[in-house]
T-cell receptor, first 115, second 116 residues
């Protein structure tokens, strides 16, 4: 079975500071990994996905994530936080990288950006 | 990107009544749609996979007779919560994969259900 653990349900950073959201996964087969963002009362928007190509994945809004097999991690980073980045972030894993694959989500990390 | 809509965005109903939630893919066709449930401050849990022209596939522990799913067309799936109870109050989110272009799941904005 696949699972995702997001360390830290809440992360608070200052505007302009580095954003680091942690995600560790468990999978019996090579995983496909995703990061989604959810703004209040909205659905999820895909930030980026890892599908076994480059281990460093660049996404939208300046976010990127690095797949580290040895650490079973897929942490999300952004060099400089913006107020608009405040949202809930979810890491997810699936057996396949295609859109029709079932996703297993972590519990989410709420990011707060302080002025 | 592709757009998925849900209707209604929120609904309040009395215990024992049924509520229907619609999920539409607006600019692409979706033979498969997913229904998730999200409890406050928790993650999304997959409830079922909706398949156009065939029966839905439910995840373990989800009552198929309580959560009726109908994938009526290539752009519409509905979730009906039958005989709703307060414990069914939750945020319900659907998603649909756009296999034609981006091969990515797109999520609807969600429906907030409150059962009194």
């Amino acid at each position: 079975a696949q699972s995702v653990t997001q360390l830290g349900s809440h992360v608070s950073v200052s505007e302009g500071a580095l954003v680091l959201l942690r995600c560790n996964y468990s999978s019996s087969v090579p995983p496909y990994l995703f990061w989604y963002v959810q703004y209040p009362n909205q659905g999820l928007q895909l930030l980026l996905k890892y599908t076994s190509a480059a281990t460093l994945v660049k996404g939208i809004n300046g976010f990127e994530a690095e797949f580290k097999k040895s650490e079973t991690s897929f942490h999300l980073t952004k060099p400089s936080a913006h107020m608009s980045d405040a949202a809930e972030y979810f890491c997810a894993v699936s057996l396949g990288g295609g859109g029709s694959e079932k996703l297993v989500f972590g519990k989410g990390t709420k990011l707060t950006v302080n002025p | 990107g592709a757009v998925v809509s849900q209707h209604p965005s929120w609904v309040i109903c009395k215990s024992g009544t049924s509520v229907k939630i619609e999920c539409r893919s607006l600019d692409f066709q979706a033979t498969t749609m997913f229904w998730y449930r999200q409890f406050p401050k928790q993650s999304l849990m997959l409830m079922a996979t909706s398949n156009e022209g065939s029966k839905a596939t439910y995840e373990q522990g989800v009552e198929k007779d309580k959560f009726l799913i109908n994938h009526a067309s290539l752009t519409l799936s509905t979730l009906t919560v039958t005989s709703a109870h307060p414990e069914d109050s939750s945020f319900y989110i659907c998603s649909a994969p756009d296999l034609g272009s981006t091969d990515t799941q797109y999520f609807g904005p969600g429906t907030r259900l409150t059962v009194l």
